[in-house]
DNA sequence: GCCAACGTTGGC
DNA sequence: GCCAACGTTGGC
């Protein structure tokens, strides 16, 4: 059992679209990192914080559970996809994406801003300067402690 | 809209 | 394999 926090801008895929549609693809990511995370390491059952990137404030709003594992991204081979990339195709697949389901929505959005006033989560990687990975590892503990704000 | 930080590309 | 140029992310 893995903990995770999935960025998204809620302008382009928002939790409260995860919640109306249930369960989706989490497709467009086009960063290796975070594309070996879901490829090799995510696994049906995880936990994923949902993060809100580039919104008014950000920080993390839900938690989303991984529903199915790594698979190839068919958006990478759509010439009409924002996400499309020359280099990747069916028979050689370049980008991977998971399944999530929708768990829960928070009462409220946990800003950014006061996740690092706690010393419980100094070493998250979200907090670390210029961290722009879009899936990032969380430990239980980070976990544990974001969920009962 | 600005810009710092980071990732990728491609010439050499 | 280096590294400059360029593109993207994402907070502010």
Excluded: C
Aim: net charge neutral; aromatic share 14%.
């Amino acid at each position: 059992m893995r903990y995770w926090l999935l960025k998204s801008e809620p302008s382009t895929f928002s939790i409260d679209d995860l919640k109306q549609k249930g369960s989706d693809h989490w497709d467009g990511v086009r960063n290796y990192q975070a594309r070996n995370f879901m490829r090799d390491e995510m696994t049906p059952g995880d936990l994923a914080l949902f993060y809100h990137s580039n919104a008014n404030p950000p920080g993390i709003i839900g938690i989303a559970k991984v529903s199915k594992k790594g698979y190839p991204d068919h958006t990478s081979w759509d010439p009409y996809s924002p996400y499309f990339d020359p280099k990747s195709s069916p028979e050689n697949p370049r980008w991977f994406m998971v399944d999530v389901e929708f768990v829960e929505k928070f009462p409220r959005l946990i800003p950014l801003e006061e996740l690092k006033g706690f010393k419980e989560l100094e070493n998250m990687t979200l907090l670390q300067k210029g961290s722009r990975l879009s899936i990032q590892k969380v430990t239980k503990q980070e976990f544990d402690f974001i969920t009962k704000l």
